[in-house]
């Protein structure tokens, strides 16, 4: 119960990594806004409240307390409307777990604008906004003098990290969620809240092509590393106030591995003092680049 009587809103939570995690808050105590918009896996299609119903009527079953939100989170008003619900429904908003997206794979020179856009939609923009709106409320209750002890837990992915063939835009919108998620934790620390960042790896409608084609199901009783279950417990973790103090850190989660990314630092330096002439750096950089560690490779490159 290390979440007990937190309230949480999860992005994306009819299915897959967001149901997992809107569970398992769920069972460590927590009062959860189910948000999910109910289309295809492509982001095509009618919205539908159905997958987060299901997820609340889960909740529910279990003892807990839930609601269920079918809010555009990229949308200002949908996004608002999220943190509305929460305090609306159970009197503050605690943690926010940015999950939704979608997938319009593509090799960039066959990418179109619209599936670009389309992504980066609802992957930054569906990160910035609900981002945006819980920074305001955490704001106003800091400065009304109630205790703050918020959190945000982003999704990101191993692509927006290492890059990913096949998925430019994919991997740019996770990367740029990295970059917001360090200053989201600079400037949201005023007010009593951490923001971090996970880059799961799991078995979802987004994925199940991809692992269906190189890894085989687990056989009875064996574990089942890629259960988007096993990614829960970190971001539970993460939304409880055992975190405090966490903050504007990337994890790696898969199957029982948690890994602290370790992202662009100040490498090699090379200073002259002086204006460089082109003719000179060719060496300088070949010398800097011996010295530093090689770039591990893109995922589906090679």
Known sequence: MICEDRVVAVTGAGRGLGRAHALEFARQGAAVVVNDL????????????????????????????????????????????????????????????????????????????????????????GHFLPLKHAGRYWRAESKAGRPVDGRVINTSSGAGLLGSVGQGNYSAAKAGIVGLTLVASAELGRYGV????????????????????????????????????????LVVWLGSADSRGITGRVFEAEGGRICVMDGFRHGPVADKGARWDPAEVGPVVADLLAKAPAPEPVYGAG
Do not use: C, Y
């Not at 949908?78 to 593509?106: I, K, P, S, W, Y």
């Not at 790896?201 to 279950?229: H, I, L, N, Y």
């Open 38 to 125: 109910g289309v295809a896996r492509d982001g095509t299609g009618a919205a539908s409240g159905g997958p987060a119903q299901e997820v609340v009527a889960e909740i529910e079953a279990l003892g807990g307390r839930a609601v269920a939100s079918g809010d555009d989170i990229a949308t200002d008003a949908g996004a608002a409307a999220l943190v509305a619900t929460a305090v609306e429904h159970f009197g503050r908003l605690d943690v926010l777990v940015n999950n939704a997206g979608f997938l319009r794979d593509r090799m960039l020179i066959n990418l179109s604008e619209e599936e670009w856009d389309a992504v980066m939609r609802v992957h930054l923009k």
């Open 194 to 233: 951490t923001v971090n960042a996970i880059a799961p790896a799991a078995r979802t409608r987004m994925t199940e092509e991809v692992f269906a084609q190189t890894m085989a199901a687990p056989g009875e009783g064996e574990f089942d590393a890629m259960a988007p279950e096993n990614v829960s417990p």
